[in-house]
């Protein structure tokens, strides 16, 4: 596993993976305050994962201070996980690598912070996270969504900030590609460090994850993660939750309520109209249980019980779905080799489009 000499150096380049959104500006303004007085990183690199029509990356609006050690390669629209392992190639031969979401914002002793945690890594680190801080609205209980949010504080292996070691992540062979979505893919990559006998670390930093806007259907949309759930057990066995620290969900809870409006259908159709009628009100208790369960700590604004109301209604047959249809797709997935997950195993070029960062 670990073969290469001892690394003391503390030089690390910064890999953000990003869709040039508005908020990737706020990241590098506080990435240049932080890293004025010192430790700046050797290179940024920012992964435009939606290139132009001709390959190319767009610009992107860089602060001025960063302008000489910033990059713009293009991505290949297959998510962060293929945006990092591209931006890990671009990054050169550096003994660490900072990824960076680019909707967070480090801050003021950012810079400072991550050289005390880089240099207090011990050999078998793998890696060293930050402290995540989710700002919540003052005067009133956090919505459904700004709760989601705020659950990344307490994330174990997060990658809006961490800090991976090149090594540990050439010997694990970098994120998998398979997991197309910003979900499931820090903690397959975590697992997989853990069982090559490599230690993640907490660190010092601290960084601020504000709660981006979102409509009222993003719970819904969410729902897709069920289906990275399943390739996770594929990698890892049914005893991944426990392992990765992960909460189990309600997919259980899912699954009945769904097999009861099912039912109710059905009995229905067959003109069983007493047996139509108890599914019917089993799918009714459960749904109402999931919202009211929903609704309880939160603002109990009309818009936000409405909105509870029809997603928990709709929740649950969809987060079945698409555990279904991730059983389906993922149903040959495995890993023969733990140092080699397939999907990390990228066809594109060792060189990616660039672009210039805006003047």
Not at 96 to 124: C, K, M, N, T, Y
Not at 205 to 233: C, E, F, K
Not at 269 to 288: D, I, M, Y
Not at 329 to 349: I, Q
Request: aromatic share 6%; proline share 8%; with cysteine.
């Amino acid at each position: 596993m670990k073969t290469q000499a001892s690394v003391s150096s503390t030089a690390y380049a910064i890999v953000v993976p990003t869709l040039g959104r508005p908020s990737l500006r706020a990241c590098l303004d506080a990435v240049a305050a932080a890293t004025a007085h010192g430790h700046a990183p050797q290179r940024i690199v920012l992964v435009h994962d939606r290139p132009g029509p001709d390959g190319t990356p767009p610009a992107l609006d860089v602060p001025p201070a960063l302008r000489p050690v910033t990059t713009v390669v293009a991505g290949r629209a297959r998510g962060p996980a293929a945006a990092r392992n591209t931006g890990v190639r671009a990054a050169g031969q550096v003994p660490w690598i900072v990824f960076l979401d680019d909707d967070v914002v480090p801050g003021q002793d950012w810079a400072e912070d991550l050289a005390h945690d880089l240099a207090s890594a011990s050999r078998d680190t793998a890696a060293v996270t930050a402290r995540i801080e989710v700002p919540l609205p003052p005067g009133r209980r956090p919505t459904d969504w700004e709760r989601n949010t705020a659950g990344l504080a307490t994330a174990r292996w997060i990658t809006a900030d961490m800090a991976f070691r090149r090594e540990a992540l050439e010997a694990a062979g970098g994120f998998d590609e398979r997991f197309r979505r910003a979900f499931r893919e820090d903690a397959d990559l975590a697992l997989r460090l853990i069982e090559g006998g490599w230690v993640l670390a907490p660190g010092s930093r601290r960084t601020t994850h504000p709660v981006r806007p979102a409509d009222r259907w993003i719970s819904v949309r969410l729902q897709a993660g069920n289906a990275d759930d399943v390739l996770m057990g594929r990698l890892h066995g049914h005893g991944w939750w426990g392992r990765a620290g992960a909460p189990r969900g309600r997919l259980p809870r899912h699954a009945a309520v769904t097999a009861a409006a099912a039912a109710a259908v059905g009995c229905a159709l067959a003109g069983r109209r007493g047996a139509a009628a108890w599914c019917a009100a089993g799918w009714v208790a459960g749904t109402a249980e999931f919202a009211a369960a929903r609704i309880t700590p939160g603002p109990r604004t009309r818009d936000e019980a409405l909105t509870m109301a029809v997603t928990s209604a709709a929740i649950p047959a969809v987060a079945v779905w698409h555990w279904l249809r991730g059983t389906v797709v993922h149903r040959r997935a495995g890993r023969s080799d733990p140092a080699a997950p397939p999907g990390s195993r990228s066809a594109a070029p060792q060189e990616a489009p660039r672009a210039q960062v805006r003047s």
